[in-house]
């Protein structure tokens, strides 16, 4: 089995990537698959203004203020869940 080089998947920028799958086997024969996937190298930065970090409240819980920071180009939705 082969793995994908780090280093070189590191020198693709962001977006359209073409991997091609090569297979042979002993008797010679000779197959190929191509997948077109796209490649997003940005990290989504998230800023937390308000609760504060180890605040405590009670019954009800402070507003949420958050921002982001990403691709434009991607569209990204965010839920935050009830963990208790």
Do not use: C
Not at 18 to 47: L, V, W
Request: cysteine-free; hydrophobic content about 35%.
């Amino acid at each position: 089995m082969k793995y994908f080089d780090q280093e070189e998947w590191n020198k693709l920028g962001n977006g359209i990537v073409s991997i091609i799958f090569y297979a042979n086997d002993t008797p010679g024969n000779i197959a190929y698959e191509e997948i077109i996937m796209r490649k997003d190298a940005y990290k989504t930065i998230i800023f937390i203004h308000n609760p504060l970090d180890n605040e405590k409240f009670g019954k009800y819980s402070h507003n949420f203020n958050i921002s982001f920071i990403e691709d434009p180009s991607v569209i990204t939705w965010y839920t935050i869940v009830n963990r208790s």
